[in-house]
C-alpha cells in the first residue's frame, strides 16, 4: 500500500452510523454531550452536525465534539494499513470473479452501517485506496479505503468452512492464541 494515505479525519459531514461504524468508542463520547442519534434509525442518514442540529448544539459545542471525538481517536492504537488475503481466500475471490465474469475487476472491502464488513467488486480502485493480494493469485486484487482500514486494518481475510472471514486478533479471540487467525 501507498505509505502516503492518511486516514481522513471524522468530520461533520459524515453520517452518525459511519462515524460509529468507524470509530465505536464516537458513540461514547456522543452521549457524554447528550447526543443519542448513535442508537436511532435515523442516524443512519443524518450527518454528525444535522444531528447536533435537531438537537440544539450551537457551532462551538459541535465542533467540540468532533474535536473530541478525532482527539479519542488520535489516541488509540493505531491500526496497520494493511490487509492480509490467505491463498485459499484469493482462490475463492478468482472463483467467484471468474464465475460472475469480473476477471478485471478488483475486490472492494468495506464496512457497513454495523461496523461490519462486506466487499463487492468494482471496476478500479478508488483514490487513495490501499490494495492487497497473494503471490499465488496475482490475478486477485483486493482494497480498502483508509478510512475502513483505521477500523479492519491489520486483518486477514481468509476463506474456511466455505466462508469468508475477517479475522481481527484481538477481537477474534481477545489475542488467546485459541483460533485459526493466529
Known amino acids: ?12 459531514d459524515m453520517t452518525i452510523r459511519d462515524v460509529v461504524a468507524i470509530f465505536p468508542e464516537a458513540a461514547d463520547i456522543m452521549m457524554e454531550y447528550g447526543l443519542h442519534c448513535f442508537s436511532c434509525a435515523v442516524g443512519g442518514v443524518e450527518t454528525l452536525m444535522e444531528g447536533c442540529r435537531i438537537h440544539g448544539f450551537d457551532d462551538d459545542t459541535a465542533a467540540a465534539l468532533i474535536a473530541d471525538i478525532n482527539e479519542a481517536r488520535g489516541k488509540a492504537p493505531r491500526r496497520p494499513l494493511t490487509i492480509t488475503i490467505t ?65 479492519i486494518g491489520g486483518a486477514t481475510i481468509d476463506f474456511r468452512d466455505g466462508r469468508f472471514k475477517l479475522d481481527l486478533k484481538e477481537e477474534c479471540c481477545k489475542g488467546s492464541g485459541g483460533c485459526a487467525c493466529h
Not at 475471490?93 to 472491502?109: D, G
Open 87 to 151: 491463498e485459499p481466500a484469493a482462490r475463492g475471490i478468482l472463483e467467484i470473479m471468474q464465475r460472475e465474469k469480473k476477471e478485471h475487476h478488483i475486490l472492494l472491502v468495506t464496512l457497513d452501517e454495523t461496523g461490519g464488513f462486506c466487499m463487492e467488486f468494482r471496476e478500479t480502485a478508488g483514490d487513495g485506496d490501499g490494495t492487497f493480494g497473494h503471490t499465488a493469485v496475482p490475478d486477485v486484487r483486493v482494497c480498502a479505503s483508509a478510512m475502513t482500514l483505521s477500523r
Open 1 to 12: 500500500m501507498d505509505s502516503s494515505v492518511a486516514i481522513p479525519p471524522i468530520t461533520g
